[in-house]
C-alpha cells in the first residue's frame, strides 16, 4: 500500500430473503446464537405493524433497527436507506444482516442499497429461504416467489423434516437443476453451518449496477415492474383483546382459514396459559412467547382479506370475563 493511503473496510451486507413462513426468522435466531459481535448490527423488515418478528429475535447486546408496517423494496425504502446510513454512521458495523418482510422482491433491495451516495458497503450477499413442502407443493409460486429464488446466492431448502424422505432428495435436485448456479443447502429450522452463511461469495459489482441501469430505462419507457409495487397485493389484519381466548374455538378457526391467508402469527392468552402461534399454509404450532408482547395479538397475511369476516370469528372466541 503506498505510504498515506488508508485501507477502506468495507461493511459486508447479508439479505435475507423467502416468502412468508420459510422460516427466515428461524435462520435469523440460529445465525445470532452462534455468536456475534458488537460489530454487527440487524435490521428487521415486517410487512405487518406488530413488530413480532424483532421480539423473538432482539437479545442483549444485540444492535437491532426495525422497519415495520411495509417492504424496504418499495414503500419502506427511503427509510431503509436513512436508517442504513445513521447505523453506519453510529455503530461502524463490519456486518450488517437484513431480514426483508416475506413479500418483498430482493433485487430491489440489493439495487437500492449499491445506490446508496453516503455509505461503503460490499455488495450484498442474497440468501434465500425455501419452505420444502411449499417446493413440494408448488404452493406460493409466483412471479414474486421465483424472483426471490433468482436473486439468491445461497438457497436454504428448509423444513426438510415436513417432507416426506422418499422424495427430498429429488426435491433438493429439482431446485438445484433451476438454480445450477445457486448452491442448495438443506436444514430443519434453519439450522446450517454458519461458515457456509458467512461465507457466501459477494456478487459481482458490475453485474448488480448494470442491472440497476436497466430497471431504471424500463422505468423511462413506462413499463410496469410489479414486483417494485407488489405490498399494494398484500394486506393485514391485526386482531388485539385484552381478554382470554377460547383454545378449542381458536383451533377450529384457524384450522377452517381461507386459502387467501398467507400468514398468521402472535400471541394468544388462553385460561392458565400464554402461548405464540405460527400459521403457514396448514401447519399449525405453538410455542412459548417472546418477551415483550401483551396481550393477545395476531397478525393475518395474505391477498385480499375479508377483515369483517376474521375480526368477527376471533371476538366471538373472548371467553367472557
Known sequence: RREGQ???????????????????????????????????????????????????????????YELNNGCICCSLKDELELTLERAIRERRPRKILIEASGVADPGSIVRLIASLP????????????????????QRSIGKLYLSQLEQADLIIFNKTDLVPARKLEGLI???????????????????????????????????????????????????????????????????????????KGLDAFLSSLPENVDRAKGQVVFPGETLYLDVVGDEISWRRPPEGLTGTCLVFIGRKLDEKSLQDGLRALVLPA
Open 118 to 137: 453516503k455509505v461503503q458497503l460490499a455488495p450484498t450477499r442474497t440468501i434465500t429461504v425455501v419452505d420444502g413442502r411449499a417446493w413440494m407443493h
Open 173 to 247: 435436485a429439482s431446485l438445484q437443476e433451476k438454480y445450477p448456479d445457486t448452491r442448495v443447502v438443506p436444514a430443519v429450522r434453519g439450522v446450517i453451518d454458519p461458515a457456509v452463511f458467512w461465507g457466501v461469495p459477494e456478487p459481482d459489482r458490475a453485474a448488480v449496477e448494470n442491472a440497476g441501469q436497466e430497471e431504471e430505462h424500463d422505468h423511462e419507457h413506462g413499463h410496469d415492474h410489479e414486483h417494485h409495487h407488489h405490498d399494494h397485493e398484500f394486506s393485514e389484519v391485526v386482531f388485539r383483546t385484552d381478554g382470554v381466548m377460547d383454545r
Open 6 to 64: 488508508e485501507r477502506v473496510t468495507m461493511t459486508s451486507v447479508y439479505l435475507l430473503s423467502g416468502f412468508l413462513g420459510a422460516g427466515k426468522t428461524s435462520l435469523m435466531q440460529h445465525i445470532l446464537s452462534t455468536g456475534v459481535g458488537p460489530d454487527t448490527v440487524v435490521f428487521v423488515n415486517e410487512f405487518g405493524r406488530l413488530g413480532l418478528d424483532g421480539k423473538l429475535i432482539q437479545r442483549e447486546g444485540l444492535s437491532m
